[in-house]
């Protein structure tokens, strides 16, 4: 196992964006997030972890890149809304599925933390795959992480499955920044009506049952999935709107969240 500081040394924090199931948005929100936090002048990478379902490069506008620097160089992460990026969707067609046993992934996380040139960040923003399976576990094992935010919807399914990714997180020791609710309600852009189709606020009811913070919810709204599907993310397409202006929220959210965590642990060294 290789030391842990030494494959990133550049950056300050490392942030994963998890969640207990698929299809809880929980891409978007990671890259949302990476593009709100570069908004606010910080320096960022966007690591793509989810080597099954690598939807990055769409949802950023990079579907191709030639990472690849001169022979012996690390590799270079294209740039885009002021996110360094990196995933193995840059490596292997869009058609082509990657069939992967665990160590095989392990060793693909390692490689794009100890053989990207990041430069000097001050938030590394991952994107992991839904579950608790081989690439959190490789994750945690190779780099500090500041901590983990979980991505949910208000159903219940959903909300029992970030439970379970919760558990995940403490046993390997990764504080938990807080839980996001995505997919909160629509507001109908003619009546301005809203409408709870998933239900509304299981997040927080699950953030106060759980003693972890509440990071904010999400709405839907047809200009997040459009954005996601044309390469510009909500936050840089719109970003006067409300939508936008949640994911902002949030940011500012996972900045004070991080403070927290970080402040608590030099407390606790300070003290060993």
């Known amino acids: 196992m290789p030391d842990q500081d030494s494959l990133i040394p550049h950056v300050k924090h490392t942030v994963a964006v998890s969640s207990g199931k ?48 001169s022979e012996g160089q690390k590799l270079n992460p294209p740039e885009r809304y002021g996110v360094k990026l990196m995933s193995i969707g840059f490596f292997v067609p869009e058609d082509s599925p990657v069939v992967w046993r665990g160590p095989m992934i392990n060793s693909a996380i390692q490689q794009f933390l100890r053989d990207v040139d990041w430069g ?24 500090p992480l500041t901590g983990a935010v979980i991505v949910t919807t208000p159903q219940e399914v959903s909300l029992l499955d970030s439970r ?88 500012g959210a996972v900045i004070e969240q991080v403070k927290i965590v970080t402040a608590a642990a030099t407390k606790l060294t300070i003290i060993q």
């Open 120 to 143: 000097e960040l001050d938030y590394l923003v991952v994107d992991l795959p839904p579950g608790t399976g081989d690439a959190q576990l490789s994750l945690s094992q190779l780099v």
């Open 164 to 251: 379970k990714g919760l558990a995940m997180f403490q046993k390997v020791h990764v504080p938990v920044l807080g839980i996001i609710e995505n997919m909160s309600s629509f507001l109908c852009p003619h009546c301005k009506e809203r409408t709870d189709i998933f239900s509304h606020g299981g997040g927080q009811a699950a953030a106060k049952t759980l003693g972890v913070p509440f990071l904010g919810e999400i709405p839907i709204d047809l200009a997040i999935r459009v954005g996601g599907d044309e390469g510009r993310p909500v936050v840089d397409g719109h970003p006067n709107s409300p939508q936008a202006g949640a994911f902002g929220n949030i940011a």
């Open 22 to 69: 698929g299809g809880v948005g929980k891409t978007t929100v990671a890259v949302n997030l990476a593009v709100a936090l570069a908004q606010r002048g910080l320096r960022v990478g966007l690591l793509d972890c989810d080597v099954y379902g690598p939807n990055v490069p769409l949802m950023m506008g990079v579907k191709q890149a030639d990472v690849h620097g």
